[in-house]
T-cell receptor, first 114, second 111 residues
Framework: DAGITQSPRHKVTETGTPVTLRCHQT?????MYWYRQDPGHGLRLIHY???????DKGEVSDGYSVSRSKTEDFLLTLESATSSQTSVYFC?????????????FGEGSWLTVV | GESVGLHLPTLSVQEGDNSIINCAYS??????FIWYKQESGKGPQFIID?????DKRQGQRVTVLLNKTVKHLSLQIAATQPGDSAVYFC??????????FGGGTRLMVKP
């Protein structure tokens, strides 16, 4: 258990509305990530953070913004949700293990844009 | 929650048999590899990892084999149990410190 909590776990929203997903961690990890998972595409990195106020884009960042004002919280915002953003969103943290820096995932947030 | 990866390759095994799940990775410069297990409606769960300076690493009932010559990774599960039924996927880390994930294989265990 990497101490990751995602909220909300399920959300249905209308096209054009803003949506914010929250990731909360309790173990002071420096690196945090947001991924989306879609059939046929696997897990793809949206944005990541390497510290408070330090964020960078991933592979599929268009239409998303992030903020990290505290170590424990990493927020993902869809400024104006579109149907193509219907997906499962996973927050993750990076933890140093025996072999390397392993990424551990939260339980996911299911987002449906109608 | 809904399942993802509805059109994944599927491996069907009998309970008690050994399972071998394969993964081809793309970047010869990748130096770290991870196997994940994902059950329906849940997040990916870390199973085992291996660095590129190793060929084999064993865990509890699982073994990961790395063949760098052909860029191939495999996960062996001994004495497969119904609780092993899930989607399994590999990930590789390159010099940029980012993980790239494979598409996954669905393991179905028949009782």
């Amino acid at each position: 258990d990497a101490g990751i909590t995602q909220s909300p776990r399920h959300k249905v929203t209308e096209t054009g509305t803003p949506v914010t997903l929250r990731c909360h961690q309790t173990e002071n990890h420096r690196y945090m990530y947001w991924y989306r998972q879609d059939p046929g595409h696997g897990l793809r990195l949206i944005h990541y953070s390497y510290g408070v106020k330090d964020t960078d884009k991933g592979e599929v960042s268009d239409g998303y913004s992030v903020s990290r004002s505290k170590t424990e919280d990493f927020l993902l915002t869809l400024e104006s949700a579109t149907s193509s953003q219907t997906s499962v969103y996973f927050c993750a943290i990076s933890m140093t293990g025996v072999s390397g820096n392993t990424i551990y995932f939260g339980e996911g947030s299911w987002l449906t844009v109608v | 929650g809904e399942s993802v990866g509805l059109h994944l390759p599927t491996l069907s095994v009998q309970e008690g048999d050994n399972s071998i799940i394969n993964c081809a990775y793309s970047n010869s410069a990748s130096d770290y590899f991870i196997w994940y297990k994902q059950e329906s409606g849940k997040g990916p769960q870390f199973i085992i990892d291996i660095r590129s300076n190793m060929d084999k690493r064993q865990g509890q009932r699982v073994t990961v084999l790395l063949n760098k010559t052909v860029k191939h990774l495999s996960l062996q599960i001994a004495a497969t149990q119904p609780g092993d039924s899930a989607v399994y996927f590999c990930a590789e880390k390159n010099a940029g410190n980012m993980l790239t994930f494979g598409g996954g294989t669905r393991l179905m265990v028949k009782p």
